[in-house]
């Protein structure tokens, strides 16, 4: 028997597709997010606070995994009913910028096997395209934790869920998981993959003509990466 699990995240408004989940839109998660986005800030600070979102959004991702009923025995003694995770799970993060988020999971799940998928546009055909991909062999036996931190128009991650698919990995095993998402990202994933959940930290206006998210924090891997 599987217990259900019950999120903190809100569900999305009727006009936003059924497995998209925000964060709790909080006051603090707001200055979060102001922090990065403005352009002053600093790379070091731009770390520390975009890992403190990454952590929350992890954080959320458990939340979604199912849980079976568990007894343990404490040390007094007594039984204690409790849970345990159904599944066994793991990372995959889009390169570059879903490496980023792969800290924020190790430190919450000890041990993690995490793989990586390089997708990017080809210039010839304009569609994502598949360089390299390295995944736990048994991947079609967990839970993933799709890692991006930008769902701009969503062909990376598209692409990254049509890879999962060909290793065994149902699309209601897959938790995509991203700190800012654009509506265009999320209709174009959604409807694709409407049984994958999508945990995002905050749903921006639009894209802009060079696809990046608006307001957005720019170019996520730069600020983060680059000095
Ligand atoms: N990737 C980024 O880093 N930023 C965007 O706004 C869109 C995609």
New binding site residues.
């Given amino acids: 028997m599987v217990v259900s699990n019950s999120p903190t995240s809100q569900s999305t408004p009727a006009s936003l597709p059924p497995s998209v989940f925000t964060l709790p839109q909080t006051a603090q998660l707001e200055a979060l997010f102001t922090i990065i986005r403005d352009k002053e800030t600093s790379r070091g600070d731009f770390l520390f606070y975009s890992d403190r979102i990454i952590r929350l959004l992890v954080e959320e991702g458990l939340n979604h995994l199912p849980v079976i009923p568990k007894t343990v025995t404490t040390p007094t003694g007594a039984t204690y009913e409790g849970v345990g995770f159904e599944g066994k799970i793991c990372g995959v993060s889009i390169l570059r910028?879903g490496e980023a988020m792969e800290a924020g999971l190790r430190e919450v799940c000890r041990s993690v096997r995490i793989g990586k998928i390089l997708i990017q546009r080809d210039e010839e055909t304009a569609q994502a395209k598949l360089f390299y991909a390295k995944l736990p062999q048994d991947i079609a036996q967990r839970y993933v934790l799709l890692l991006d931190?930008?769902?701009?128009?969503g062909g990376s991650a598209i692409k990254a869920v049509e890879v999962l698919k060909e290793h065994g990995v149902p699309e209601d095993r897959i938790i995509f998981i991203n700190l800012?998402a654009?509506p265009e990202g999320l209709k174009n994933f959604c409807g694709k993959y409407p049984l994958t959940r999508v945990i995002t930290g905050w749903i921006d206006q639009c894209?802009?003509e060079k696809?990046?998210?608006?307001p957005?924090?720019?170019?996520?891997?730069?600020?983060r990466y680059c000095v």
């Fill in positions: 910028a931190p930008m769902l701009a128009t800012i654009s894209l802009n696809a990046y998210i608006i957005g924090l720019g170019d996520f891997g730069e600020r």
